[in-house]
């Protein structure tokens, strides 16, 4: 199984949704991680381009720790824009990854980079098997993937349907995050918080509402030609038969 | 696995999840059929009485026929009201089912008896559990159960999320609903539909949104206590694991 | 009165709501087609240009064939965005047509085409009067036209809110669709389905909603400038007065 | 064609959708108004009794003055309770009328008499054609009425999606109100407000909204049996034909 | 400044609002803590009588721990009912404490004793102030009092739109509820969650959300007659004028 | 205390907020007119040039009568999209006003130089204190400002949640649209009304819902980095403290 996460800056898959890839990373299952923007405003004292370095070394860093194949799209940190450019990137990820389960933020987020990398995602996954829209990568063969909407920063807007319990690999989700270490000063200088708060607040917030000790929180994309008989999340492909875990 | 359906009427279980109860019967699940209106005013021609021992009689053969226990709660057809009384035979059926999974009408339904029944069902859930309610059948000791809203008629204020495939049990829901023929000649009277209709139509819909030749659609009713990190509907119990099927 | 129907591609008014236009054809309504994109990723054998010429050919015969003036924008598919340009465009089709009544794809629709033909119909339609916009085609002098948003494919996302009965002309719908042969192959190997099939299964299903065996389903567009006191749909135009038909 | 309106209390229905009632009787509509409570807390200064007898004889005057019948089914004011009794007086009254449309208040308006009113009708409108439900008139044969809900109190959680024009009755409208003249002083205490302003500004506002002088709002109420092909408030039923008006 | 807290449960006031009513407290505001249902089912060893007393004592000790005015209505755990006499015990509730500002549960929480006592405070607020509605307190002569719903257990189905700051009351509140003693184990049985739990998660969460260190979250009840120019929660009331704190 | 207020057109912040413009005048804040487009298309005699000068002439003027400064975007009106360069400019106005409040229109609305207005001001808000975005003007050092987005035309599709009473600034508010005397042809050529019609029945209607004689409606923007613990409006910085004015 491919899954291919999509982000809308080098830490946001691992901030949402790290505990969920080390989840499918441990079951075995091929990742991919697509960052839409280089990261290059996310700095007081860099330029642009030396930070997008720093973001991009952090990224691989972070990647090559959890096994993922790292797909860097490198458009700017802030201006991302649904063009026929952008939507040709996008595709051309999806075709690389071949995903049969996609996770991508979502469209209703609180950044346009986030929002519209969810847009961009959700509208253009099945253009991933369309013969006549060329890109580098050739074109997928699988049926279209089910999407999932990752949380959004402190679940502002967001009611998960569907949750992953993360609490034994929570320790290394730190850890993983710990790559972005640009990051943590970044957090701090714009949000006043530690990125730490912004891993375990929510964990066992979305936990408690799912009743275990941690968890991440998830919707699915309902949209024709990928509505759901089940659900691909790592608990869904785990204990299923007529006994309840 | 025990599972237990909630229908308004005594023909409301097999015409709106049928198929799903014939897939969980397959699978080996222990299947309990909650009736709980006598279905009384579903007559021009016979009094309240002759009606209603004409629909128990039908109901009580669906049952035997897909091996489901009956539970007949015996209230006036069109006057389910919300009081203590009606909850208690609710949580009594609760227990006497002890159930994994429950299904029931959705609470925006289009018939008071169908809103009303979704709305105890979704309030009193975790009741049946809690030692000082009182009832004839004792306080269940399994997790709050999952809870699964089942179509409306024709679809109408009703998005599925969840679909179950019932294109090989189809022919036997047809059969199944056969056992209430009073109804077919009712609701010919009161919709100028033949109950067929309402097999056949919706399930080719809800197969064409999924995907598949036939299907039967549910909304998961997600509250304090019972939220998902997995579903327990048939398609999400068979061929889990890595590989998509 | 001139009926304009906006599709994204070449087939979208025919499948969605080629019935509703035949009702209105049969009423003498004159009918504007246009067709946003030209439909050049609809085929697995052919190259872009190819596949498009044989689609313009295509909606033209279909346009013959109903009567009705085709208007072909000539976008690539897939690739439809928000622009200066595309917007001139719509405008210049708004004020070749004059309409009094305009259909188009939702603005929630699956597909980037569909849903961005439905957000600049609807956020565009009151400059078609407006003299200091520049297009070919003169300004229109008529009030703001109403707006209607057809169904989605499979009906996913979408609760009509008004519907057309089309049980007597579907079998001229049928034919009207087939005139866009080079998709059926196509919507079979994207999604596996034959063409017929959308055309029946949500007719009759839309149609069972409403209480006829067969309709065509619709939303008004609610904005500012066009809120409705009556309605512009074919059922609205027949048998008013006061006795209910 | 015979058109019932509930009112919740003894002025409702002439606050609310009083310039409707103007325009169906003049199109020579029969009119039946049924209000659900006697609007025995509507004093500061009468007993109980003594003000239910006032309003009684103020809504008879209404309703002689427009040519209405006045069913008055007499419950407590403010405690409106959803009940076997309940909903056989709400069945009686529908039989009653033998309406052909029906209006009543919406199921979210803000006062329990006013939403269980609403809730009643929705919910029971297709009761009045079943022979096992029995009351003191005999059971309608016609279809499932269409139900459209009125507007709220200043407009407050309602967004219309239909409108009546009422320019040219609504000197009318004011005068048919001024037969509730204890409410009057009655209102000027609970909400500091003279019952003209209830009439004007939201007359004037809803006109506004829908590019005429003054108007009423609605909504209809979507529900299976009774879905809508047409419409069938004033504006619906004139001037229909290919030609907009 | 009077507020009024309603309950649904012994416990529910202090977990859901009790940083908030330490707020108003510490402000010199007057509290009532009104408490529908006895909680007579919360216990898995006590009767239903031997419980109900124990947990009327630990609300007594609590609320005078606070300073609150205790009002007990005593209805039966999980069998609160809307009704003529539940409804004027709640309007005798309001009528002693003549609130400026009224906190309840919200209409769509999990449990039917906390969606009924938020439908009936919502419903009925308006009539504390109608002489011929009798009850043992006399009418109030305030303005209708604003209403704020109280978040959910574990924020289910609950978007705040409102926060108040509770970091430096956090510590008092955890003594609050520990009055609350009986329940510690009886949370444990039916949910597997330790009492504190329920304070720290989501005190941390709602404070991320807002961007303090610890808050409660709430929305207010926009209805006719109780629309809001300003608010009247804690941090509503201090640090105004044009300077932001 | 610094207030920013964006209008997609020359005379939208008069006409949707003026009045509380006014009123944060008064109190002695200082105001920023932000106007995205120059509103070229307004006229059905002078060309885009002509019309373009005569509207900032009277935007000026109107600026200049309040006290606010005037900022002039210049975008063509009807046309703007989102684009990097658009977000600069809307950065830009941002930085120079350094506000603490933000009131825009909201990203629904009916026209897509309000509705992309409102997107690009929600979306970028939090960008203007980021150092390596570059604009003319230099990052600002505050907090991220808290937004309000202002009532639509006639209030179609806007439910408001907070209102600024205006009685007594209202005939102020009148003058201060009289100097975009070019509209008042021009809303009369295109909708039909006097502009003074679009003050004064909104604001009678505003106010009927909220208890004042006059007020202007708005929602709050809640997203991630601007929750609210209190508010910003004018009726919230005045009469705080524990008694209710």
């Given amino acids: 199984m491919n899954v291919l996460f999509f982000g809308a ?13 080390l989840r499918y990373a ?3 299952a091929k990742l991919y991680f697509c960052v839409a923007t280089n990261g290059n405003v996310g700095s007081t004292s860099l330029s642009k381009e030396e930070i997008a ?14 096994g993922a194949e790292l797909i860097w799209l490198g458009f700017d940190d802030e201006f991302l824009i649904d063009s026929v450019e952008t939507r040709h990137a996008f595709i051309n990820a999806m ?15 609180y950044n346009p980079d986030h929002s519209i990398t969810g847009y961009i995602v959700d509208e253009c996954l099945h253009m991933a098997g369309v013969p006549n829209i060329k890109t580098e990568a050739p074109p997928t063969k699988k049926a279209i993937p089910h999407l999932y909407f990752m949380d959004t ?17 929570f320790e290394k989700k730190v850890k ?3 790559y972005h270490e640009s990051q943590n000063t970044w957090m701090k200088t714009l949000f006043n918080y ?8 929510p964990a066992r917030y979305r936990g408690l509402q799912v009743g275990v000790p941690m968890a991440e929180g998830f919707r699915p994309s309902y949209r024709w030609g990928r509505n759901f ?11 299923a038969g007529l006994e309840k875990s």
């Fill in 194 to 201: 530690e990125m730490d708060a912004f891993l375990e607040i």
């Fill in 229 to 239: 008989s089940r659900h691909y999340l790592p608990d869904c492909l785990t204990g």
């Fill in 53 to 66: 370095k720093v973001r991009k070394r952090e990224a691989q860093s972070a990647a090559d720790f959890i």
């Fill in 95 to 109: 075709r690389i990854a071949d995903p049969d389960v996609v996770i991508s933020p979502c469209r209703t987020d």
């Fill in 153 to 169: 920063p402190a679940g502002v807007g967001f009611e998960p349907e569907l949750y992953v319990e993360i609490t034994h690999v």
């Fill in 9 to 21: 800056h080098p830490d946001d898959i691992e901030s949402f949704c790290g505990g969920t890839a």
């Fill in 176 to 178: 993983l995050l710990g």
């Fill in 26 to 28: 441990q079951m075995g």
